[in-house]
């Protein structure tokens, strides 16, 4: 079988995913790449920089990549900081692997989106997966672009790429990578190493969020389904669940009873309240038949049980 690679397989995403995939498949089928040096087991890595077209391409060949999951990006809070980068890692990236397609040399594509494409006029309750798309950040105007691209390549070219809207990605394995919703994980760091937490984001901000394995399964299923399920080629809206950073505090404090949580909001509240609180996902419940398992208590259990023992610690 042709083998899928993984390009940003040092990140937050990247790190499950590649385990995922090599738990499904096998790690003798799966590439793991990064601009920065990584470990990952089994799976055989290799150094890549996506914006350098001629040794993405080599890679390709020599690994008899038949599919490439693109991860490589700067995240949200992270592109505010550097919008030229950000836009150039992000569109140039997906070009070069599109382009690639295009050519024949890659079979079928997953490029991630974000709930970063929705902006202030977007309805925040239940966002359905057609509606007003006006993002206020770089990041959220890359991912947009990106849709609307993998899409126009997919109907002029007929590529194969398929797409998820994540919600705010939630994972003990990886260290968070500069998103907004971020403080959705360092919050258990913080709980487990300190016992308190400085929120960058007021009490009550409702975010869409979901557990990384979920997220996962998703992604794999999503690239596993008959080519004619797939009915929409932007982006898949995904749901998961939502909650505030109080809810979040209290979840915690049931294993933690004296946790604390203050609130000192930044730049990032502006951009998360320019994002919906709920999604609708009933689209890709439709076409592909997807189902959330994890809900924030037992999120919370699993964060609390992987972190202990990756940072040695006990209640």
């Known amino acids: 079988m042709k083998?899928?690679?993984?390009?940003?397989?040092?990140?937050?995403?990247?790190?499950?995913?590649?385990?995922?995939?090599?738990?499904?498949f096998g790690a003798e089928n799966v590439i793991a790449t990064d601009i920065r040096e990584g470990n990952h087991g089994d799976v055989q890595f290799e150094s890549l920089d996506i914006l350098d077209n001629e040794t993405l391409e080599i890679l390709i060949k020599k690994h008899n990549v038949g599919t490439v999951y693109?991860?490589?990006?700067?995240l949200s809070a992270t592109a505010e900081q550097k919008p030229m980068a950000a836009w150039k890692l992000n569109m140039d990236g997906l070009f070069n692997v599109l382009e690639l397609a295009k050519a024949g040399t890659i079979e079928k594509i997953f490029w991630p989106s974000?709930?970063?494409?929705?902006?202030?006029?977007?309805?925040?309750?239940?966002?359905?997966?057609?509606?007003?798309?006006?993002?206020?950040?770089?990041?959220?105007?890359?991912?947009?672009?990106?849709?609307?691209?993998?899409?126009?390549?997919?109907?002029?070219?007929?590529?194969?790429?398929?797409?998820?809207?994540?919600?705010?990605?939630?994972?003990y394995k990886a260290e968070p990578g500069g998103g907004t919703t971020d403080y959705a994980v360092?919050?258990?760091?913080?709980?487990?190493?300190?016992?308190?937490?400085?929120?960058?984001?007021?009490?009550?901000?409702?975010?869409p969020m979901m557990y990384m394995e979920d997220a996962i399964k998703a992604t794999i299923?999503?690239?596993?389904?008959?080519?004619?399920?797939?009915?929409?080629?932007?982006?898949?809206n995904l749901a998961g669940i939502s909650f505030s950073p109080v809810e979040i505090s209290e979840e915690i404090k049931k294993y933690i009873p004296d946790f604390s949580i203050s609130y000192t909001p930044d730049f990032r509240q502006v951009i998360a309240n320019s994002w919906p609180k709920?999604?609708?996902?009933?689209?890709?419940?439709?076409?592909?038949?997807?189902?959330?398992?994890?809900?924030?208590?037992?999120?919370?259990?699993?964060?609390?049980?992987?972190?202990?023992?990756?940072l040695s610690i006990t209640k």
């Open 3 to 24: 083998k899928s690679m993984v390009i940003g397989a040092n990140g937050q995403i990247g790190t499950d995913l590649v385990s995922g995939l090599a738990q499904r």
């Open 186 to 207: 360092d919050i258990y760091y913080k709980a487990l190493q300190d016992g308190k937490y400085e929120c960058y984001l007021e009490g009550d901000t409702y975010l």
């Open 114 to 171: 974000s709930i970063a494409v929705f902006g202030p006029t977007t309805p925040r309750d239940n966002t359905p997966q057609t509606t007003v798309m006006e993002p206020s950040t770089v990041y959220g105007i890359s991912k947009l672009a990106g849709e609307r691209w993998c899409e126009y390549y997919h109907n002029k070219y007929g590529i194969d790429v398929r797409s998820i809207r994540y919600p705010g990605l939630i994972s």
């Open 221 to 236: 299923d999503l690239m596993h389904v008959d080519e004619e399920k797939i009915k929409i080629r932007s982006s898949y």
């Open 70 to 74: 693109l991860l490589a990006a700067l």
């Open 278 to 310: 709920s999604i609708n996902e009933s689209q890709a419940c439709k076409d592909w038949g997807w189902e959330n398992s994890y809900d924030l208590e037992s999120m919370t259990k699993a964060m609390f049980a992987g972190l202990e023992e990756k």
